[in-house]
């Protein structure tokens, strides 16, 4: 894969196109993981290699461009907070997958994930979502579902409500033109509806900005 298909293979655009199930997904509550995210920003159960890796896989994912990225973010934090409460189930395929991501990495550059430039990164990441990481040490980890779950987790970070521990200081909603809940922006106008006047975001609100009455 050349180096302009890797550019545009690990895109922004290209990633969070056709998102719309995760998107809806990214609004179903998480209330044990948003609760453990309040309390600490913290890793909860991964280590710090771990979360370090997390985080640089997480930020070539969706990278930083005109617009901040995961690792601004904060979708490592989001991941291990669902990685100790509802997604628990996904914590062993992590441990492992990140083990064997490493020792691939030494065995092919020597040097761990994090340790390569964004070039070697972006290469390693394309094998790993195809499948094609020679010599995988981690049978019970298989690359594709490693990378289809890091990859699910990080879109879902960049774009949950921000009490779940990612989407901090509301960074992917303002890349998505998204201006918060309706039912947290007090309602909505009629005219706010039809699409005649816009949402106030709601970084922006205070309790001056409650929608006002329609003008019939």
């Known amino acids: 894969m050349s180096a302009d298909e890797l550019d545009t293979h690990f895109s922004r655009r290209a ?6 199930g995760l998107w809806i997904a990214a609004g179903l509550p998480r209330p044990i993981a948003a609760a453990a995210a309040q309390r600490d920003k913290r890793p909860s159960v991964l280590s710090l290699d771990q979360w370090n890796s997390v985080e640089a896989i997480s930020e070539r994912i969706l990278p930083a461009d005109e617009t901040p990225g995961a690792a601004a973010a904060g979708c490592v934090n989001f991941i291990d907070k669902a990685l100790a409460n509802e997604d628990a189930g996904s914590l062993p395929l992590y441990r492992e997958a990140l083990k064997a991501l490493d020792r691939a990495c030494a065995a092919r550059w020597q040097q761990k994930f994090v340790e390569l430039d964004a070039a070697h990164q972006d290469a390693m990441l394309a094998d790993l979502e195809t499948g094609s990481v020679p010599d995988w040490a981690a ?21 949950s409500d921000p009490s779940h521990g990612g989407n901090r200081d509301f960074i992917g909603w303002k890349t998505m033109g998204f201006p ?13 509806m039809l699409g005649e006047e816009p949402f106030t975001p709601i970084w922006q609100r205070s309790p001056l900005h409650a929608p006002r009455r329609s003008k019939s």
């Open 180 to 192: 918060g809940p309706v039912h947290h922006l007090g309602g909505s106008t009629p005219e706010q």
């Open 139 to 159: 049978t019970e980890a298989p690359q594709q579902a490693f990378f289809a779950t890091i990859r699910m987790h990080t879109i879902l970070g960049f774009l």
């Open 15 to 20: 990633f969070l196109v056709g998102t719309t």
